[in-house]
């Protein structure tokens, strides 16, 4: 089932929807799997991937940072196993704040993890003033954010409040 695509800011989300059209249009669909990302499945792709030790300077680092809940958010997921799936720090990700989403291309009716329909989707992307992830091994993520990272905008203090007014029950 795709991800609900309503969840994603709204001009991320008209841009994207257009994109899904253009890609159609030459023969590849594009279905989004993840749009909006809670800052703890945030913490659980990335603590998957790393060592104890890295873990815990991370943690340290965002203390520093005064980033305290997102420290706790990192901590509290607990152990993680599986292969890499991101450099992105909880809240660091344009995933939380509505303005990323990863999306697999459909072919035959199958879903298909790489080849030409990512060049494509990248491409169609790009030019809607999109950003696509294929040049740092995420072919299936695009952003509406030419930054990889959401800290060459925002300092860890303000994101930190972000994430904590937006997802703290």
């Known amino acids: 089932m795709p991800a ?7 001009d ?3 841009k ?3 994109l899904q059209a253009n890609c159609e249009i030459e023969g590849w669909t594009i279905v989004p799997y993840f749009t909006l990302r809670h800052p703890s499945d945030q913490a659980r792709f990335w603590r998957q991937s790393r060592s104890t030790k890295e873990i815990n300077n991370a943690i340290s680092y965002l203390i520093a940072k005064d980033a305290l809940w997102l420290a706790d958010v990192l901590k509290n997921v607990g152990p993680q196993w599986g292969r890499w799936v991101t450099n992105a720090l909880p809240g660091n990700s344009w995933h939380q704040f509505g303005k990323a989403v990863d999306s697999y291309v459909l072919y035959n009716g199958k879903a298909v993890w790489d080849g030409h329909g990512y060049v494509v989707m990248a491409e169609k992307a790009q030019r809607l003033g999109l950003t696509s992830g294929i040049g740092w091994r995420d072919a299936v993520h ?3 954010n030419p930054h990889s990272s959401v800290t060459k905008t925002l300092s860890w203090f303000d994101i930190d409040r972000l994430m904590q007014e937006k997802f703290e029950n």
């Open 4 to 10: 609900n695509i309503d969840l994603l800011d709204p």
């Open 12 to 14: 991320f989300k008209i």
């Open 142 to 144: 695009i952003q509406s």
């Open 16 to 18: 994207y929807e257009q």
